[in-house]
């Protein structure tokens, strides 16, 4: 009953943002931006983040390793896109990591490892997006309403390290340990104790750690150029690349918060505000918005025909039981 309120109240978020987005900009505008846009910039957009795509489905390939699991290439590129299509189609059912967890526990037979390679994989994301909004917000002294950005991604890569802590770092992690068990969560202890032992397997792989890293700047970066590109679709002048380094991974940040169905409405509010602060109209800010939209709507489709041609629910029987042991992995 709580999680349908929950999810209930995101729904409606995310329709009271979108009903505000199309209050607030000229659809007429928008309409006309849309419709002149230049498509091979944004067919080059969706080529590049198909691309991306297969970078991060590499990186999830070699973070398997040194858990010991299998699986080949191939298949968890069909994840990643298996995940995109959940992710953005059903959002509110089956989370794209969830069933990333899923099809990788049918192949390897664990669940604790397959947890731990797409937490590492998400981890490793959303560290080189802290980096990259930090390291160009401080040299670059960009700021929103007078307001300068680089000590509020400060603060996010202080809580951020510190989560990492617990996971990385035994004296943290037994802190934590004695906290569930002085409040009796015993199952929850349980969860995070899999989750450190797997994710200790990478503490003394730092070549990886390194390589893994920078495939994750090059994926962020990626996300970047896109966005400068369907900016180029639309004639944006007003906002600069170090507009679009600092933008972009902190819309992605803002479309993490769990306040909306899958930062829908969120994600295009953050782009109507980021965007108009630097000069840029609100047609073309929220135009802006609604070509990232379709990139990830077009990169999602193949995610859906692939599930298709599995053979859907009758031979994949994604049992009820089983997502919710990997959506409760996930979670943590």
């Known amino acids: 009953m709580k999680k349908t309120a929950i999810t209930i109240l995101k729904i409606a978020v995310s329709l009271g943002l979108y009903i505000y987005i199309f209050r607030t900009v000229d659809v007429s505008k928008l309409w006309d931006i849309l419709k002149d846009a230049n498509l091979y910039y944004f067919a080059g957009g969706v080529l590049i983040y198909f691309a991306i795509q297969g970078i991060s489905a590499y990186r999830w390939y070699l973070l398997l390793g040194p858990l010991g699991?299998?699986?080949?290439?191939?298949?968890?590129?069909?994840?990643?896109?298996?995940?995109?299509?959940?992710?953005?189609?059903?959002?509110?059912?089956?989370?794209g990591d969830v069933v990333r967890v899923y099809y990788l526990r049918k192949d390897t037979g664990t669940l604790s490892k397959s947890g731990a390679s797409v937490f590492l994989d998400r981890d490793l994301g959303m560290a080189a997006l802290l980096l990259i909004a930090t390291l160009v917000a401080l040299f670059a002294g960009t700021s929103f309403q007078g307001v300068p950005l680089s000590p509020l991604f400060g603060l996010i890569v202080i809580a951020f390290v510190a989560t990492n802590m617990v996971l990385f770092y035994r004296p943290t992690y037994n802190l934590l340990h004695r906290l569930l068990a002085m409040f009796r969560m015993k199952r929850a202890d349980e969860k995070v104790e899999k989750l450190f032992l797997s994710i200790n397997s990478y503490r003394r792989e730092r070549k990886l750690l390194v390589v893994t890293m920078a495939l994750s700047i090059m994926i962020q970066v990626g996300c970047i150029v896109i966005n400068k590109l369907s900016a180029d679709a639309i004639g944006i002048k007003e906002a600069g690349w170090i507009d679009f380094f600092v933008f972009v991974p902190a819309i992605g940040l803002i479309s993490m918060m769990p306040v909306s169905v899958n930062g829908m409405g969120w994600r295009e509010?953050?782009?109507?505000?980021?965007?108009?602060?630097?000069?840029?109209?609100?047609?073309?800010?929220?135009?802006?918005?609604?070509?990232?939209?379709?990139?990830?709507?077009?990169?999602?489709?193949?995610?859906?025909?692939?599930?298709?041609?599995?053979?859907?629910?009758?031979?994949?029987?994604?049992a009820a039981s089983e997502i919710l042991e990997a959506k409760q992995q996930v979670s943590g």
């Open 69 to 95: 699991l299998k699986s080949s290439y191939t298949k968890l590129f069909s994840y990643y896109l298996l995940g995109m299509f959940f992710n953005f189609f059903l959002p509110t059912a089956i989370g």
């Open 269 to 318: 509010f953050s782009y109507l505000v980021l965007f108009k602060s630097v000069g840029v109209a609100e047609p073309q800010a929220a135009a802006l918005a609604f070509l990232w939209l379709g990139v990830l709507l077009a990169t999602s489709l193949p995610g859906g025909i692939i599930y298709l041609l599995r053979g859907g629910k009758r031979k994949e029987d994604l």
